[in-house]
């Protein structure tokens, strides 16, 4: 049984706060899930496991792919990496990463004299 590689789909979502990134793993267990950050790079890493076939089954099609995955994404310049969060609901992991506060835009008072 050959089954392919693969990586997950990513959407990439910006903010006035943050960036989100919005990862599809169907049928991932959150453990089998790894977010790193370093040198300025975060890598999402894990494994989605093959079904062991059982007896009595027979598989007729297997499209979908299994194994492990690595995904990398170079941090912006506005982004701070020490402040990375994540949830996982429903098969969707969420990456939330800060951006910093010098990357904030500021509002300054102009007064009139």
């Not at 049928?27 to 300025?40: A, H, L």
């Not at 297997?62 to 995904?71: C, V």
Request: aromatic share 6%; hydrophobic share 35%; no cysteine.
């Amino acid at each position: 049984m050959a089954v392919a590689q693969w990586a997950p789909l990513v959407d990439i979502i910006e903010d006035d706060k943050e960036y989100l990134i919005k990862v599809d793993l169907p049928e991932v267990k959150k453990e089998d899930v790894k977010i790193t950050v370093q040198e300025g790079v975060l890598v999402i890493t894990g494994e989605r496991k093959i079904e062991k076939e059982e007896k009595g089954k027979r598989y007729h099609r297997l499209e979908r792919a299994y194994g492990s995955f690595a995904r990398s994404f170079t941090l912006p310049d506005d982004s701070d990496g020490s402040k990375v969060n994540a949830e996982f609901k429903d098969g969707v992991l969420k990456v939330h990463l800060a951006k910093s506060e010098k990357a904030k835009p500021k509002q300054i008072e102009v007064k009139v004299t």
